[in-house]
């Protein structure tokens, strides 16, 4: 998990400065999961650093705008296995593109969530190594959910990129023509 870089004030004097993580990054609002059997909590993240500038002037009463910012180099993801009691991060999987949709444990000892770029993951809850994946090739910002009919269990995942996902593929060339569809994808576990 990545330390934030400088302190709160650090655009009091309006110089531009590298702040990690990003705007988007760390983890903001897309859910984490808790394994009853591993008791950890897998946190997603975006990992990445944006150069902010801070203009005063910019900032209007009922709209905060208050300067811009660039994410110069590659957004990429990752997951941490944290123990809730103590905050220690256990392991860390790091990952090629963004995960703005959150992460799923399931009782079978599998941690899944899906990428920006279309792939979806399943990695094993005690060492973070990859289980399966697959690429449909439409990104995700939705987090995987699992049911199960008749016995069975499945894992669906609704696709479609909102602006700053799709966004955080920027300097992504090889993700330039991706496909951006709304679709939901089922799998049978």
């Known amino acids: 998990m990545q330390v934030y870089a400088e302190a709160n004030n650090v655009n009091d004097d309006k110089v531009t400065r590298t702040v990690c993580p990003n705007h988007a990054g760390g983890n903001n609002h897309w859910p984490a999961t808790y394994s009853r059997n591993t008791k950890l909590i897998y946190i997603p993240s975006v990992e990445g650093c944006d150069d902010i500038t801070s203009d005063h002037t910019r900032h209007v009463k009922g709209k905060f705008d208050g300067g811009g910012y ?18 220690q991060v256990k392991k860390t999987k790091e990952l090629a593109y963004t995960i703005f949709g959150g992460t799923l444990s399931t009782a079978g000892g599998v941690v899944m969530t899906g990428l920006v770029d279309g792939t979806l993951v399943a990695l094993d809850d005690q060492t973070l190594d ?7 090739g439409t990104g995700f910002n939705a987090p995987p959910m699992t049911y199960a009919v008749d016995g069975k269990q499945y894992v669906a995942i609704a ?10 593929l920027s300097k992504s060339p090889e993700m330039r023509n991706m496909s951006n569809a709304s679709m939901i994808f089922v799998f049978g576990l």
């Open 159 to 168: 696709s479609g990129l909102f602006r700053n996902a799709r966004g955080s």
């Open 70 to 87: 660039v994410s110069p180099q590659r957004l990429t993801g990752a997951i941490a296995a944290v123990d809730p009691t103590t905050g």
């Open 130 to 136: 990859v289980l399966w994946s697959v690429n449909v």
